[in-house]
């Protein structure tokens, strides 16, 4: 007795009055329209379940039937889920990429060891705003912005961006600063939920957002951001030395593009992380790859066809983009890529290990 339960983002609230076996009486402290399939929240009670339920399991499996490219974990509370899920996919030989949704405190404390486990972050700003204290959530959604930006991880910041639109077809002011901030704070990308599933006004939602997005992204200061990062990853492995010099080197000799091939996106998404103003043209074979790079901050995906070696890998990949019309003759690139050389051809390429400068012609 004396607990709060919080249901649907916290729009209604109870305060348990007396438990009896699977019986809760409750009174209604907050009352408002209750709609299907709404969470669930209680605040401050640890909650003892499975990371992963047999539904999860089965969903998970469906999932690789079915190739999808991404996996939105909830309420992961550590890297224990994370590695189980992982073990799921590698015994069905997939690649599905694993998105952890922060949304609880226990997910906070364990914060930096899930961000090591995932793919990606999910700021899920709606669930994780009742768990813990509102005037948290600003705070908070930037550090765990700057620690997914500095590891190289995607990060996506989502709940209630546009949440007026649901039912009016114009954002309130505070909305349109809140999507603004995420795209200074470092987000990869924004994502709209309720505007969209069951909003009056889903396409005009998304044209607003991406419109605030594609605006404020003018004014970022990417030399900020690059030389933040350069300095802490010059000396942190090979991938990220090579990745750090290639946008310096961009920036330096004002390149019309960096040009990443890349089979599994791990070399765009490294340069990705340097947040350089060129643009990133990332080349693979890979359909999965390609739908995958549509995430990754400042990253162009573009199919294209596997080469054999590395001049004919960089020449396809210059050949590609100057058929698109995306670079043209006099043209300025850095070409960054992991590539097999007669030192590790013994070994498998584990990271972006060669930069080349080229004059397009």
Same mark, same amino acid.
């Given at each position: 007795?004396?607990?709060?339960?919080?249901?649907?983002?916290?729009?209604?609230?109870?305060?348990?009055?007396?438990?009896?076996?699977?019986?809760?009486?409750?009174? &209604?402290?907050?009352?408002?329209?209750?709609?299907?399939?709404?969470?669930?929240?209680?605040?401050?009670?640890?909650?003892?379940?499975?990371?992963?339920?047999?539904?999860?399991?089965?969903?998970?499996?469906?999932?690789?039937?079915?190739?999808?490219?991404?996996?939105?974990?909830?309420?992961?509370?550590?890297?224990?889920? /994370?590695?189980?899920?992982?073990?799921?996919?590698?015994?069905?030989?997939?690649?599905?990429?694993?998105?952890?949704?922060?949304?609880?405190?226990?997910?906070?404390?364990?914060?930096?060891?899930?961000?090591?486990?995932?793919?990606?972050?999910?700021?899920?700003?709606?669930?994780?705003?009742?768990?813990?204290?509102?005037?948290?959530?600003?705070?908070?959604?930037?550090?765990?912005?700057?620690?997914?930006?500095?590891?190289?991880?995607?990060?996506?910041?989502?709940?209630?961006?546009?949440?007026?639109?649901?039912?009016?077809?114009?954002?309130?002011?505070?909305? *349109?600063?809140?999507?603004?901030?995420? *795209?200074?704070?470092?987000?990869?990308? *924004?994502?709209?939920?309720?505007?969209?599933?069951?909003?009056?006004?889903?396409?005009?939602?998304?044209?607003?957002?991406?419109?605030?997005?594609?605006?404020?992204?003018?004014?970022?200061?990417?030399?900020?951001?690059?030389?933040?990062?350069?300095?802490?990853?010059?000396?942190?492995?090979?991938?990220?030395?090579?990745?750090?010099?290639?946008?310096?080197?961009?920036?330096?000799?004002?390149?019309?593009?960096?040009?990443?091939?890349?089979?599994?996106? +791990?070399?765009?998404?490294?340069?990705?992380?340097?947040?350089?103003?060129?643009?990133?043209?990332?080349?693979?074979?890979?359909?999965?790859?390609?739908?995958?790079?549509?995430?990754?901050?400042?990253?162009?995906?573009?199919?294209?066809?596997?080469?054999?070696?590395?001049?004919?890998?960089?020449?396809?990949?210059?050949?590609?983009?100057?058929?698109?019309?995306?670079?043209?003759?006099?043209? /300025?690139?850095?070409?960054?890529?992991? &590539?097999?050389?007669?030192?590790?051809?013994?070994?498998?390429?584990?990271? +972006?290990?060669?930069?080349? *400068?080229?004059?397009?012609?």
């Amino acid at each position: 007795a004396g607990n709060t339960i919080l249901i649907d983002d916290g729009l209604i609230g109870l305060e348990v009055k007396a438990v009896n076996g699977k019986e809760i009486l409750c009174t &209604v402290v907050n009352g408002g329209e209750l709609g299907e399939k709404k969470g669930v929240n209680v605040p401050n009670v640890p909650i003892h379940l499975p990371g992963l339920t047999d539904k999860d399991i089965d969903d998970i499996k469906f999932g690789i039937e079915a190739g999808f490219d991404f996996i939105a974990a909830s309420f992961i509370r550590n890297a224990e889920t /994370i590695e189980q899920i992982r073990a799921i996919l590698a015994e069905n030989d997939s690649n599905i990429k694993i998105i952890s949704k922060i949304e609880s405190q226990e997910g906070l404390d364990n914060f930096d060891e899930i961000l090591a486990a995932s793919d990606g972050i999910m700021v899920a700003r709606g669930d994780l705003g009742v768990e813990i204290e509102a005037k948290r959530l600003p705070q908070l959604q930037k550090e765990m912005i700057e620690k997914a930006n500095y590891a190289g991880k995607i990060v996506i910041t989502a709940t209630q961006m546009l949440d007026s639109m649901i039912r009016n077809p114009r954002p309130t002011r505070a909305e *349109v600063t809140d999507v603004a901030n995420a *795209v200074y704070n470092g987000t990869d990308a *924004v994502m709209l939920s309720g505007e969209t599933a069951n909003g009056k006004y889903p396409v005009e939602a998304l044209d607003m957002m991406a419109s605030v997005v594609e605006y404020t992204e003018q004014f970022i200061n990417y030399k900020q951001f690059k030389s933040r990062k350069v300095e802490q990853s010059l000396y942190d492995s090979i991938g990220n030395a090579v990745c750090a010099a290639s946008v310096t080197t961009a920036h330096e000799l004002s390149a019309k593009a960096l040009i990443v091939p890349t089979m599994s996106g +791990t070399s765009a998404l490294m340069v990705s992380k340097y947040r350089p103003k060129t643009d990133i043209m990332a080349l693979s074979p890979s359909q999965s790859t390609v739908r995958q790079m549509m995430l990754y901050w400042g990253v162009h995906p573009i199919w294209a066809r596997r080469a054999d070696t590395t001049d004919e890998l960089f020449e396809s990949s210059m050949d590609e983009l100057k058929n698109r019309k995306l670079v043209s003759e006099g043209d /300025i690139c850095i070409i960054t890529a992991g &590539v097999l050389t007669r030192m590790n051809r013994a070994q498998p390429i584990t990271s +972006t290990n060669i930069m080349r *400068v080229v004059q397009i012609r």
